[in-house]
């Protein structure tokens, strides 16, 4: 399973970008995906979390009310809407795929197949 991630860029505050993860090698359907997000001198944090069936979400804290995660198993694809960003969402933010894994976890340990990430700068 290979995961690609596109969509970052250099947004102002206040502003969205919108990411998109696109799934190879497998079938999408299988796999719970959660994206996480690491900025400088900072440990991996998870971000958002989509369930592989019933579309179950989960957010951290931070973005609960501004991200939004979604997916088109037909398009093997999933996507984070952000809006409203921040500073502090500075980060490159890397999706993930789980085959299995607790429902709505943001932890990293559950997930086996990651993408390279993509670079999110939010900056006047």
């Known amino acids: 399973l290979q995961l690609v991630e596109s969509g970052g860029g250099l947004v102002q505050p206040g502003g969205s970008l919108r990411l998109s993860c696109e799934v190879t090698?497998?079938?999408?359907?299988?796999?719970?995906v959660a994206w996480f997000r690491q900025a400088p001198g900072k440990d991996r944090e998870g971000v958002s979390y989509?369930?592989?069936?019933?579309?179950?979400?989960k957010y951290a804290g931070a973005v609960a009310d501004r991200f939004t995660i979604s997916r088109d198993n037909a398009k093997n694809t999933v996507w984070l809407q952000m809006t409203s960003l921040k500073s502090d969402d500075t980060a490159v933010y890397y999706c993930?795929?789980?085959?299995?894994?607790?429902?709505?976890?943001?932890?990293?340990?559950?997930?086996?197949?990651w993408g390279r990430g993509t670079q999110v700068t939010v900056s006047s």
């Open positions: 993930a795929a789980a085959y299995t894994a607790p429902v709505g976890t943001l932890q990293a340990k559950w997930f086996e197949h």
């Open positions: 989509i369930a592989k069936i019933d579309d179950i979400t």
């Open positions: 090698g497998g079938t999408l359907d299988d796999y719970a």
